[in-house]
């Protein structure tokens, strides 16, 4: 019998990717690149639809390349998870949200567990990719596929894989993107780090445990978080002080050693930073362990949008004008620029902190003409327009597009409020204040 290492070497192994969100379909994509035959399973029937119909929906995907692995064969979705049974290895892509207690949501994880159940056999590798507290894999999943008297390790093998998407990135995509891999044993280790050596670029980091690979990815978004908690905390002091924080940066940014530079905002965005301190937070209490810092970065954060809502009432009380009633123009729904990705998006927080106060709110954003929020759909302006920006009584930037003529906006615009510092080359600046 051929080995599972075997087929992988030889690319004869049959890969299957659960969850065809923006980390599963890129990762499903670069499968079928490296020449594996691949299958992106789904529950949602309009993406697998689209799959099919080799019709690409994120950003981060080549049109072409999805075009041609469908055309030629090497990739198909499908939502009928029976099919799992082909599949020598089987990667676990899907959302890892919060509950509306600030609690980890594994109810995907484990249900794509449940579905893969019924179909495993041995041999079979299974890796999680979704971004979960220290524990998930050996704690949740293990027992789970032991359940069918298979042994771990020994029939089948299991690993951790954190997913490092970054949506937008012009230089490090989902190939050349280096990969940690824990197995929960050696041998699991190896067998996916062989997966994945077969289809990236990149290195590929081996650790001991899939706790250790679980606890790496909460330690890259909290030095994030806990970073990006300080620099706007020290922003709003700085405003008080009547000082730049943005020139405060770029002073900062001169040292050549011991300073990395984050910047302040309208809060945190995307799925993971906003998202994964709380993971290791709620785990922490497990063991009686209170994450201090931790927990006062998600703090200042977590104020921002209402932060931005406080200025832009005390911007427009400057020009006698109320919030209540006021009509406001916020430029950016997406939480990074250049994407189309609102997920956890600060703007639509600030949105409706200032829709609580009685302000009139529109949205032009250029990646995105409409979101859905609380089950609502609210729908954007479709151009940026001269009459637009003319009857709002304030603009509030909060994404960094960088498709927006901004010049065109200061010139039409009554007032400004730039959270992003996006309009720094612009030299009349009557008009515009920062964060």
Known sequence: MISL???????????GVIGLGYVGLPLAVEKAKAGYRTIGFDIQKSKVDM???????????????????????????????????????VCICVPTPLDKYKQPDISYVKSSAESIVPYMHKGMLIVLESTTYPGTTEELLK??????????????????SPERVDPGNLQYKTKNTPKVVGGVTANCTEIAATLYESILEAPIHRVSTPAIAEMEKILENTYRNINIGLVNELAILSNKMGINFWEVVEAAKSKPYGFQAFYPGPGLGGHCIPLDPYYLSWKAREYGFHTSMIESSMMINDRMPEYCAERTSKILNRYKKALNGSNILVLGIAYKQDIDDYRESPAIRVIECLEKEG?????????????????????????????????????????????????FVQQHAKMIFDTKNVMHDIKERENIELL
């Open 359 to 407: 302000a009139n709110v529109s949205f032009y954003d250029p990646y995105i003409q409409e979101y859905i929020n609380n089950g609502e759909l609210r729908k954007g302006a479709p151009f940026l327009t001269i009459e637009l920006i003319n009857n709002a009584d304030l603009v509030i930037i909060t994404t960094a597009h960088t498709n927006v003529d901004y010049s």
């Open 5 to 15: 290492k075997e087929k992988l070497l030889k690319k004869t192994a049959t890969l």
């Open 51 to 89: 799959v099919n119909a080799g019709v690409n929906y994120i950003g981060d995907v080549v049109n072409e390349d999805l075009e041609e692995i469908v055309k030629s064969g090497r990739f198909s979705a499908t939502t009928d998870f029976a099919q799992v049974a082909s599949a020598d290895c």
């Open 143 to 160: 027992p789970i596929f032991e359940s069918t008297g298979l042994l771990c390790g020994q029939d089948f093998y299991l690993a951790f």
